[in-house]
């Protein structure tokens, strides 16, 4: 039992720790990918290449005053940045980071919990971070933030919808909700894909969805600096200011995890069983590999970003309510045609 | 009329085709572009280490020269005032009093010659226009400040030191000697 709960809280502590050290590292990643794409340098004063930059960001965040609007609700205030963080680190839980390690005869896992319902557990988790966002804003009493909040909101339940329905079809084909499972039908070899190969239009849906979660651009209207100064973050500062940036680069991290978890195989990949490599090897090798998966999403979110312009309000919902959404129920009723074909 | 171009484009309100209306198309293009740039050449440089070389010809912060013998050579006349199309120089002239033959090469100089850097243009009339070979724009910066006053540099920043002479032959392009012959133009005589 004492060597259970040492593992499970050795496992949550890595996983928090690597959740805040890649979130860290994305703001850098950030202004380098930025950099680069338009030609110039980035961040290269702090450390060789810059690499301490993160640090002294977040020095200067927490030397920075605090300010608390006295108009403000105080309590809500302080609540929204903080329910931002705590669902955004929540998800992590649930991520299959690899498979298993043997010790001494013993199997450990390397994802801290697989519960029957995981990818539920994961958008109801993701969803309550609206709340952080919309009660940071309200809470501001500041009606540029109370539009960047109602944006918000509005823009990630519009694609909620859609997000959901392209990972109910995928349900259908694997046939389980746990993350766990999900990844082990996709295990290398034997004409057995990975499910973008099976679920490309979901996957094209999935992405589009999870950047307009994320907030990121091209759907970053919530902060949309030529039109509501800050967004929904107008009247944060210091360390709070600093939770809500945190947070965004969390949910990007997740969500890349999530991405590479449902369509990209999670730790699995290609020839992993005709390498000859103890499990162990093999274990560490698929960890690699996903962070090596999730890297490149994380990258494409940021590509993504440097590359497109914002959407218009109107153009957003038209895309979210007029376009996902009827694809995403053709991509459903296409997929359970397809299964029930195949099933006679 | 013809464009001088060939860029501009008109501008119509045609309905958008389908592949236009599915975004995908002009994304996938727009990230292609975006990721040619990751791996080209940075078009800018970490400033204090490395410094891009200067063009031969760069005209930055003026320098009032002395002659040969290290007298000034501004004589006060105020053709480069005249000349500035920004207005950014000011001088009062003043005569050189007995005993002063060896700092002020004329009987007139220059008691106080300012330069409203913030204004000046750097484009080089005032050196154009100077009689006396005085005035030269230099490959030197003219650097920051926090304050407009810093900018307006006075006699203590433009004359040349006697003992560091700064050099200005490298504006001296064969255009400009072969322009310096021609003694019919009145400030060559």
């Given at each position: 039992m004492t060597d259970f709960l040492i593992y499970k809280i050795l496992l949550v502590v890595g996983v928090f720790t690597v959740t805040l050290v890649v979130a860290m590292y994305a703001t850098y990643g950030e202004r380098k990918v930025a950099a680069f794409l338009q030609d110039r340098i980035g961040p290269n004063r702090a450390g060789p290449f810059g690499i301490l930059q993160p640090l002294a960001d977040g020095l200067k965040f927490f030397m920075k005053e605090e300010i608390i609007p006295s108009v403000s609700n105080k309590f809500l205030f302080i609540l929204g940045p903080s329910i931002a963080m705590i669902t955004a680190l929540m998800a992590g839980v649930l991520i299959p980071w690899g498979n298993t390690l043997i010790i001494n005869g013993t199997s450990y896992s390397l994802q801290i919990t697989d519960i029957d319902i995981g990818i539920l557990y994961v958008f109801g988790v993701v969803s309550i971070g609206v709340y952080g966002i919309m009660i940071g804003g309200w809470a501001s009493n500041n009606k540029y933030s109370l539009l960047g909040a109602i944006r918000a909101s509005a823009q990630m339940i519009s694609y909620e919808l859609a997000m959901g329905i392209s990972i109910i079809a995928l349900i259908m084909m694997?046939?389980?909700?746990s993350l766990g499972e999900i990844v082990t039908q996709q295990a290398g070899g034997d004409w057995n894909f990975w499910n973008v190969v099976y679920q490309p239009l979901g996957f094209l849906i999935f992405i589009v969805c999870a950047f307009a979660e994320c907030n990121r651009?091209?759907?970053?209207?919530?902060?949309c600096e030529t039109e509501?100064?800050?967004?929904?973050?107008?009247?944060y500062s210091s360390m709070k200011l600093g939770f809500y940036m945190f947070a965004e680069y969390i949910n990007m991290f997740i969500s890349s995890a999530v991405l590479s978890t449902l369509y990209f195989g999670g730790y699995n990949f290609p020839f992993m069983n005709d390498l000859g490599l103890s499990h162990n090897a093999i274990t560490i090798l698929g960890t690699v590999f996903l962070f090596g998966k999730i890297f490149f999403f994380i990258f494409f979110f940021m590509w993504v970003r440097w590359t497109l312009p914002r959407f218009r309000y109107d153009q957003l919902m038209n895309l979210g309510w007029r376009v996902l959404l009827p694809l995403s129920i053709a991509n459903l009723l296409l997929t359970a045609l397809v299964l029930l074909w195949i099933d006679k | 009329m013809e464009s001088l171009s060939h860029r501009s484009k008109v501008v119509s309100n045609k309905k958008m085709t389908f592949l236009e209306r599915i975004y995908l198309p002009a994304v996938l293009s727009g990230i292609a572009i975006t990721i040619k740039h990751l791996f080209r050449?940075?078009?800018?440089v970490s400033y204090p280490e490395v410094k891009r070389e200067f063009s031969k010809i760069w005209r930055g912060h003026h320098v009032l020269k002395r002659d040969d013998k290290g007298a000034e050579r501004c004589t006060a006349c105020g053709l480069c005032a005249v000349a500035c199309p920004a207005e950014a120089i000011t001088m009062t002239a003043a005569e050189r009093k007995k005993g002063e033959e060896n700092l002020y090469r004329e009987e007139k100089y220059a008691s106080t010659y300012e330069i409203n850097m913030l204004r000046c243009i750097f484009c080089g009339l005032c050196e154009e226009a100077c009689p006396k070979e005085a005035i030269f724009l230099t490959d030197r910066l003219v650097y920051t400040d926090f304050?407009?006053?810093?900018?307006?540099?006075?006699k203590d920043k433009l004359v040349e030191k006697v003992d560091e002479r700064i050099d200005v032959t490298v504006r001296q392009t064969p255009a400009v000697l072969e322009f310096k012959k021609h003694k019919q133009l009145s400030h060559n005589k």
């Open positions: 694997t046939g389980t909700l651009a091209p759907f970053d209207l919530p902060e509501l100064v800050g967004g929904y973050h107008t009247e | 050449r940075k078009a800018t304050a407009r006053d810093g900018f307006i540099y006075g």
